[in-house]
């Protein structure tokens, strides 16, 4: 149900995550249309990604461990891994 309190306090949290963003020049990776928030996913560089797309330098950086400090990152540690004979 919507609630008019809950919509300023979310439209404030958006405008602080937008205003820090521009302060670190990467105001550009969110977009909204239509009403919609997104991350531009294309501005972001991440090394797991680019080890499951085969970039070599991605792949040899990895040393056997992924997020280890959360257990939900067990099971892709383990799929790098075994894709790297460890």
């Not at 937008?18 to 991350?39: C, H, P």
């Amino acid at each position: 149900m919507y609630d008019r309190g809950m919509q300023k306090q979310l439209d404030g949290i958006i405008r602080s995550l937008r205003d820090t963003l521009a302060e670190y020049g990467i105001g550009e990776i969110l977009e909204m249309k239509k009403g919609a928030l997104r991350v531009r996913p294309e501005m972001i560089s991440c090394d797991a990604w680019r080890f499951f797309q085969g970039d070599a330098n991605a792949v040899n950086a990895f040393r056997g461990e992924y997020m280890s400090a959360y257990a939900w990152g067990a099971e892709t540690e383990s799929f790098m891994s075994r894709k790297l004979g460890f």
